[in-house]
């Protein structure tokens, strides 16, 4: 579907195709979508050590084992191929078998400014699917705050961006208002004005991100229900 040739699934075509940006672009990958894969594994009982070895040997074996070849765009979302691969790959595995030390072929860094690392300890009452899937929701909404920031940085908006950018995902009261207008020496109204800009975009880029991972426009509205869902937000 012309719209959905997508960043994504296009990593995941790029590192199916061998070559020398293969391996780059699965790396990049594993990078995004460490912290739900390791949500799960956590939900799973397992202690966070064991857990982060567990989830170094799953991406080892999307480079090692070429496990992300049979990965399709064209039968549906991303996210819900990732969650299957984790899957398989716990009922394959035991720790004792097949650990892998920390810090090998692969280096997992957070998206610049992504605090959702301490989101992958499981929340009280949460099965390791809820767990997946709200750690996934956070990358994706890190992932476009980060592209929002990058924007804003670009237009030369950066110092207002750091003053509002908290206000783009919880709702301010006026005396925050209040209080950056002042630290800006601008009227609230201008403020306002501001932060529904920038919510506005930021959906604008969510949208985008959704649309990275996806086949079609269903699997793009399933996607998205799913996220309001895991973030227990409205967002359009």
Known sequence: MSGFDTTRWSLVLRAQGGGGDALPALEMLC???RPPVLAYIRSRGHDRDAAEDLTQSFFAQFLE???HADADPTRGRFRAFLLTAI???LI???IEAHTVKRGGRIRF?????????AESVPASGENPEQAFERSWALVVLETA???LREEARVAHKRELFDHLHAFLTETPDEADYTRVAAALNLR???IAVAVHRLRHRLRELVHEELAQTVADREGFETELRELR???GTGMD
Request: with cysteine.
């Open 145 to 147: 705050m980060h592209r």
């Open 87 to 89: 899957k398989r790959f």
């Open 229 to 231: 869902t895991a973030l």
């Open 65 to 67: 084992r070429a496990s």
């Open 92 to 94: 394959n595995v035991s």
């Open 109 to 117: 860094e957070s998206i610049d400014c992504s605090p959702h690392e």
């Open 31 to 33: 990078r995004t979508y």
């Open 188 to 190: 609230r109204n201008t």
